[in-house]
């Protein structure tokens, strides 16, 4: 009998290490889509439809530019309805994103500070009208069409069978752990895939609202490739500070290098070069204030 409960017991472990994932990297975007309903109740009413670059226009026309900084790759789509006589359906769009932090970029995009959040892949929230998350690579929407409201739990229902299909990695982007620290306002972190700030040596990074000390003012994080990189990216912002002829001070010490400067478009800014990382703050009325915060930051870098 023991013997016969261990071979059943080798066996299963034999089963779970070889079962093929509901969803691997190069399967097609479209198997994402629950199959035949989404959720239950809702059936799909036709084949999914699919889009890349040069189409993503024909599906969300006037927004598909905002996707190609992320490393958009390609999106399905499908529409659930309770009867072919009903209005009211669900459209699922399953965006394949460049990256985890591409992702976040694209839904941090849509997110507002008021909106309710609900636990979906990485992060998600939800609204009468729609639900959002994001889970590795991906980007989910679902959206209620013929109708301005529907149940919640028709939405999280749904999302939730779209989850199971996804990359089952769940987590959130490792470089946002650097601004949870007191006094980055909760919710306003946001990835940008192009231009920070609106300058072209700032190419990708994060920004966020901070509340700190009495002071207002905004935070950003350029995460490099490597300290040469970072390095290149601080001396392009150092030569454009210097070029637009405002005066620009630098210390340095076993933290890095910074400086303090007017900056034409943000007024007072402190900049820190640190490893790989550029960190900075902008809007700042105390410099001293802006650079507590900015320390925090540094010791949180992944």
Not at 167 to 196: H, M
Request: aromatic share 12%; hydrophobic share 40%; proline share 5%.
């Amino acid at each position: 009998m023991i013997y016969r409960r261990i071979m059943i017991f080798s066996l299963l472990l034999f089963c779970l290490g070889t079962a093929k994932p509901s969803f691997a990297a190069g399967d097609p975007v479209e198997k994402v889509l629950p199959v035949p309903s989404c959720p239950r109740g809702w059936n799909l009413e036709d084949k999914p439809m699919l889009y890349d670059k040069e189409t993503l226009f024909e599906r969300i026309n006037g927004e598909s530019e905002l996707y190609f900084p992320y490393g958009f790759d390609a999106l399905a789509s499908a529409r659930y309805t309770r009867g072919s006589d009903s209005p009211i359906a669900i459209e699922v769009d399953v965006y394949r994103m460049g990256s985890l932090l591409d992702a976040f970029g694209i839904y941090a995009n849509y997110r507002r500070r008021d909106d309710r959040e609900i636990d979906a892949g990485a992060g998600g929230f939800v609204s009468p009208s729609q639900l959002l998350f994001y889970q590795d690579r991906y980007f989910v929407r679902l959206q209620a069409t013929g109708t301005l409201s529907l149940d919640e739990e028709n939405f999280v229902s749904c999302a939730r069978a779209v989850s199971r299909n996804l990359p089952q990695t769940t987590g959130r982007p490792r470089e946002l752990a650097a601004f949870k620290v007191p006094g980055i306002v909760p919710k306003s972190e946001r990835f940008i895939g192009k231009s920070l700030l609106g300058y072209d040596f700032f190419q990708r990074g994060l920004i966020a609202d901070a509340a700190f000390e009495g002071e207002q003012f905004k935070v950003f994080l350029l995460p490099e490739a490597s300290a040469a990189d970072a390095r290149e990216t601080f001396d392009r912002y150092l030569s454009y500070l210097k070029a637009s002829g405002k005066e620009v001070r630098i210390t340095e010490d076993k933290d890095g290098v910074a400086l303090t400067a007017a900056d034409p478009l943000y007024n007072t800014v402190q900049v820190m070069l640190t490893g790989r990382y550029v960190i900075g703050a902008a809007h700042i009325t105390r410099v001293a204030v802006a650079r507590r915060l900015l320390d925090q930051i540094r010791k949180q870098l992944p």
